[in-house]
């Protein structure tokens, strides 16, 4: 089945500074790669998502970059504000499951 | 819209009783749920995906006796756990998948989480 890392573990920035969040993907049919931030105790809220059919995506501060053929996709932090400090959680899913698999998440602490 | 809500938020028993948790899509219907468990500090671990009135797909490793999940319509989906131990203490989360999602199809709306300490 899929398997998804997530790297790295923890992430210190400087308020001001860029955050860079890296995932990779085994099943190369998964078509579907969200972004998720998870505050202690909350659910888990869909910052950014990108689909197999394009390579880039942007919302303001936030991008996520896929590369289907390495089978990797990043999150791009920029302008990092302390209210980005959470854990973050890549997915992956495919269209004939619709199951998500997570990566192992990043606590990312962003320093005033 | 697209919210999902859960009931209870917080729940604690004594080992061997049973605890049921409920997901609800309240403004939309939804064709699939999903039950995870997320450990302190830790992933979030996909249990079983739900359809409405058919028997649940449990992930390796779930055992499907002791965590029942019923989906009786397109807006409920409830999760007993049966004979809880401590080790069953955890926090669970549904999502769930819209009927028609049009550009959202794939894209999953998660409950608030349910935390149960077995003691």
């Known amino acids: 089945g899929e398997n998804v890392e997530q790297h790295p573990s923890t992430l210190s920035v400087q308020e001001g500074d860029s955050a860079v969040i890296k995932c990779t993907y085994s099943?190369?049919?998964?078509?579907?790669f969200p972004w998720y931030k998870q505050e202690l105790g909350k659910r888990p809220q869909l910052i950014i998502d990108?689909?197999?059919?394009?390579g880039e995506k942007k919302d303001q501060r936030i991008a996520v970059t896929l590369n289907k053929t390495a089978k990797h996709f990043s999150l791009h932090i920029t302008e990092t504000q302390p209210e980005d400090s959470a854990v973050y959680f890549c997915?992956?899913?495919?269209?004939?499951?619709?199951?998500?698999?997570f990566g192992s998440g990043t606590r990312l602490l962003v320093r005033p | 819209g697209a919210v999902v809500s859960q009931h209870p938020s917080r729940v604690i028993c004594k080992s061997g009783t049973s605890v049921k948790i409920e997901c609800r899509s309240l403004?939309?219907?939804?064709?699939?749920m999903f039950w995870y468990r997320q450990f302190p500090k830790q992933s979030l671990m996909l249990m079983a995906t739900?359809?409405?009135?058919?028997?649940?797909?449990?992930e390796q490793g779930v055992e499907k006796d002791k965590f029942l999940i019923n989906h009786a319509s397109l807006t409920l989906s409830t999760l007993t756990v049966t004979s809880a131990h401590p080790e069953d203490s955890s926090f669970y989360i549904c999502?769930?998948?819209?009927?028609?999602?049009?550009?959202?199809?794939?894209?999953?709306?998660f409950g608030p989480g349910t935390r149960l300490t077995v003691l």
């Open positions: 990108i689909r197999s059919n394009v």
């Open positions: 739900s359809n409405e009135g058919s028997k649940a797909t449990y």
């Open positions: 099943d190369s049919a998964s078509n579907y």
């Open positions: 999502s769930a998948r819209r009927l028609s999602g049009g550009e959202s199809y794939n894209e999953q709306f």
């Open positions: 997915a992956a899913s495919k269209g004939s499951s619709y199951k998500l698999i």
């Open positions: 403004d939309f219907q939804a064709t699939t």
